[in-house]
């Protein structure tokens, strides 16, 4: 098993991957999904020993390897170039890292052969690395050098070389990118078929969603140096973690739907509604509305680009045999109700007041002086993005307040008051049993406590915005 404990890692002034909290278990096979940047091969790296972590720890079978090397980890990592050596031999480059291990500098030189004892392990060292080629259909391209592969014979001698050693997890750093689209499928499967021969733990760095969704049992979702969420792939497609997973994760960009139509899909206000468009299609009693912009054939189905009256544009996925009309036309596209994801808009505006504070300026008041975070909280942050706060308070209460005519109908309190709420019990108090004081005092602690959980979430969102 290998276990991240709150790695980060920083060069100079810029952090590339904060607060990574990350369990492999034995066995399992990861994927790492993040768009190019987003640090995932650095963290490739960290696991491996390649690079070393500005804060946090790496275990491997409950031991802290901090002080231990890239060799003597035990880890397999597979390149996205290769990584073979042009001037061996396929068999050589296989049974390099056990003449690494098993010989010493006298024995892997050319004088080696002339001493019986390594001569011996140099014997056993091919048998082992023919055997491993064997199993990958290689057999015959031992004699080969790497310039006289295909880009699938590279591969399958950069897993041979990998798999020799018998490593305790195998590290793949996007290592089907280079190939073309058949070879890659190819190689999809023999990795998964590898894993299941192996039982190692793999972890597969992508930024390709059909690579990860269809190879992994877990994948984690890596964005702007974090991970936003980690689940199976169904999970990550069916329940999104928020907006940034769920507009990232799937063939076709979601439609994300905001306002009063929004208000209208969801039954509420303050929200963000999604839906992905192979769950969005055309439907004469459907209930979006929209004028048809474009078409585009994708073989098996028919994407739809249609816009509203306000401009928002929704993407809807049709059948192959589905006529198109004529653009411009009015388009009725539905939806069933479970395919419908909501994320509290609340976030929305704390991230996009957040993203608009400039950097510079959280820097310029660290040079004035303001050298902890919670020191450019109050400097920066809090002075510039208060009214939101106190806006997105305004909204959570009223939001809270709107439970009150399903609490007074329903449940009347509940037996005894077990299901009472808070917003009820103001009700009560103030205008049942006219304890005008007693109200008053549960709706100030009430708004005490929004106001309280709303500058909490707007300091961790703060946090993820402005690492430093």
Not at 37 to 62: E, N, Y
Not at 202 to 216: L, P
Not at 225 to 240: C, H, K, N
Request: glycine share 10%; hydrophobic share 50%; charged share 20%.
């Amino acid at each position: 098993m290998i276990e991240l404990r709150d790695l980060s890692r920083r060069f100079g002034t810029t952090t590339v991957l904060e607060g990574i909290a990350l369990t492999l278990p034995e066995g399992s096979f990861v994927a790492l999904l993040g768009p190019s940047g987003c640090g995932k091969s650095t963290l490739l790296r960290l696991i491996a020993g390649l690079d070393r972590p500005s804060a946090g720890q790496v275990l491997i079978a409950g031991r802290d390897v901090a002080d231990l090397g890239p060799a003597e980890r035990n880890i397999a990592m597979v390149f996205q170039s290769h990584a073979l050596y042009p001037h061996l031999t396929v068999a050589e480059n296989i049974a390099l890292p056990l003449a690494m291990r098993r010989l010493g500098r006298l024995g892997r030189s050319p004088l080696g052969a002339l001493i019986p004892a390594a001569r011996a392990t140099r014997r056993a060292i091919a048998r082992e690395a023919a055997r491993v080629a064997e199993a990958l259909e290689i057999g015959a391209l031992l004699a080969r050098r790497p310039a006289e592969l295909s880009g699938g014979q590279k591969q399958r001698v950069a897993l041979a070389r990998a798999l020799v050693r018998d490593p305790v997890a195998f590290l793949l750093d996007e290592p089907l990118s280079n190939l073309d689209a058949r070879l890659r499928m190819q190689m999809r499967a023999e990795l998964v078929a590898l894993h299941r021969r192996t039982g190692r733990t793999f972890v597969h760095v992508t930024h390709d969603q059909a690579e990860a969704m269809g190879m992994a049992d877990r994948v984690a979702v890596m964005l702007s140096g974090r991970i936003a969420q980690v689940g199976s792939p169904r999970d990550l497609y069916g329940r999104p973690a928020s907006a940034a997973v769920a507009a990232f994760v799937g063939h076709h960009p979601i439609n994300l739907i905001d306002g009063a139509l929004a208000e209208r899909l969801v039954g509420r206000p303050g929200t963000l509604a999604g839906i992905r468009p192979e769950h969005l299609a055309p439907d004469p009693g459907g209930a979006l509305s929209a004028r048809l912009e474009r078409v585009e054939f994708l073989g098996e189905a028919v994407l739809i680009e249609a816009r509203q009256d306000g401009g928002l544009i929704l993407r809807a996925l049709a059948g192959a045999g589905w006529a198109p009309p004529a653009p411009g036309t009015a388009l009725r596209l539905g939806f069933a109700p479970q395919a419908l994801h909501v994320f509290g808009c609340n976030m929305v505006l704390f991230l996009a007041g957040l993203a608009a504070i400039p950097q510079q300026l959280c820097d310029a008041a660290e040079v004035d002086g303001a050298g902890r975070p919670w020191e450019r909280f109050w400097t920066v942050t809090w002075p510039m993005l208060g009214p939101t706060t106190l806006f997105v308070a305004v909204i959570t209460a009223t939001g809270a307040f709107r439970v009150f005519e399903t609490v007074a109908t329903l449940t009347q309190g509940g037996p005894a008051f077990a299901s009472d709420v808070l917003v009820y019990a103001m009700y009560r108090e103030g205008f049942v049993y006219f304890k005008a004081g007693h109200s008053s005092a549960l709706t100030m602690i009430f708004f005490a406590l929004v106001l309280a959980v709303t500058v909490l979430k707007f300091r961790v969102l703060e946090a993820r915005v402005h690492y430093r």
